[in-house]
């Protein structure tokens, strides 16, 4: 892998069931999804291609949609599953951040971001 090869997809905003407290199930949230895909992208870079890196465009549809129809629970929960659509779509390790504004009083957002790679799926199955 070429050294610090990333793709951003930044500040994602989705609208989804997610949370603990009944109100919280009641309606959609919004939620702001960031996702920092490492890859080795000299063979795009090479061949001018969409075949030879992640499409971001369908990356952030499959992220928008599984966002909105998964109503999790924890916000942990959606980000494993985040990082697992990255991967099948081709990234070799995926950092997903997802924040939850006004989740906490006085706080802008309430926060999680993990970090996955092929790997730790195979692991954990």
């Not at 465009?57 to 985040?82: C, D, F, N, P």
């Amino acid at each position: 892998m070429a050294a610090g090869d990333r793709i951003h997809l930044r500040d994602l905003r989705v609208r989804a069931i997610v949370g603990i407290h009944p109100w919280e199930r009641e309606k959609p949230q919004e939620l702001v999804i960031n996702l920092t895909l490492y890859g080795d992208l000299e063979k795009a870079a090479t061949t001018d291609a969409i075949g030879d890196t992640v499409h971001y465009g369908t990356l952030a549809k499959a992220v928008v949609a599984h966002a909105q129809s998964a109503g999790h629970r924890l916000i942990e929960t959606l980000a494993r599953e985040l990082a697992r659509i990255a991967l099948e779509q081709g990234a070799e390790r995926v950092v997903v951040r997802i924040d939850k504004p006004w989740a906490v009083e006085h706080a802008a957002a309430a926060s999680v971001e993990l970090e996955r790679s092929r790997a730790d799926f195979e692991r954990l199955g």
